[in-house]
């Protein structure tokens, strides 16, 4: 059972336009989001993140919208450049009732971006 | 930002070997270690999570006997792979996590990972 769905494997824009990548999440749990950006045969690497009392964060040409009641977020990355290219994770964690525990992060497959010169 | 390392990068085994993986905070105290590893084209599931000083604790379908941990100070986890079968052949990728302050979510930092191929 997936609590965390990206579900569209790949996705290709030009350079300059806007990047959307979408995640939606099953959990009401869930309170803390984060976005990470993955080359081959490297870790994660942090991009944004964002707390269920905000509905956006933006950050550069990164922005990350948040839909609580749609269980939905998305990235937005403009102006796309080829340098963006890479695997996109959501990610998803539930800090409100860990109680000043570890937080576990469950992730999306990912989403492959392609920017095209 | 903050740095994670792995070592080894890969490695290359033979079956019923042992293979040691290093995780490294280099220029913050990690109070949390995460390990997790990676099939290709899937997400990063979870094995375990350490605190330092304390057990990991495992995910379910993780074998404890099997994947060992230790957290022995705040820079530093290790992930012993025992017995290694090809079936254990993944990616494996620690983060880390720092001491907690008033806002919610400290982010993991994520090492670059370790490839390992069990003959």
């Known amino acids: 059972d997936q609590q965390v769905k990206q579900n569209s494997p790949s996705l290709s824009v030009q350079e300059g336009r806007i990047s959307i990548l979408n995640c939606d999440y099953t959990?009401?749990?869930?309170?803390?989001f984060l976005w990470y950006k993955k080359y081959p045969a490297e870790g994660p690497t942090f991009l944004i993140s964002?707390?269920?009392?905000?509905d956006k964060n933006e950050d550069g040409r990164f922005t990350v919208f948040l839909n609580k009641s749609a269980k939905h977020l998305s990235l937005h990355i403009v102006p796309s450049q080829p340098g963006d290219s890479a695997v996109y994770f959501c990610?998803?964690?539930?800090?409100?009732?860990?109680?000043?525990?570890?937080?576990?992060?469950?992730f999306g497959k990912g989403t492959k971006l392609t920017v095209n010169p | 930002g903050a740095v994670v390392s792995q070592h080894p990068s890969w490695v290359i085994c033979k079956s019923g070997t042992s293979v040691k993986i290093e995780c490294r905070s280099l220029?913050?105290?990690?109070?949390?270690m995460f390990w997790y590893r990676q099939f290709p084209k899937q997400s990063l599931m979870l094995m375990a999570t350490?605190?330092?000083?304390?057990?990991?604790?495992?995910e379910q379908g993780v074998e404890k006997d099997k994947f060992l941990i230790n957290h022995a100070s705040l820079t530093l986890s290790t992930l012993t792979v025992t017995s290694a079968h090809p079936e254990d052949s993944s990616f494996y990728i620690c983060?880390?996590?720092?001491?907690?302050?008033?806002?919610?979510?400290?982010?993991?930092?994520f090492g670059p990972g370790t490839r390992l191929t069990v003959l």
């Open positions: 983060s880390a996590s720092g001491l907690r302050g008033l806002s919610p979510g400290d982010t993991q930092y």
């Open positions: 959990n009401s749990m869930f309170d803390y």
């Open positions: 964002i707390s269920s009392i905000k």
């Open positions: 990610a998803a964690s539930a800090v409100a009732g860990n109680q000043g525990g570890s937080e576990k992060l469950v």
């Open positions: 220029d913050f105290q990690a109070t949390t």
């Open positions: 350490s605190n330092e000083g304390s057990k990991a604790t495992y």
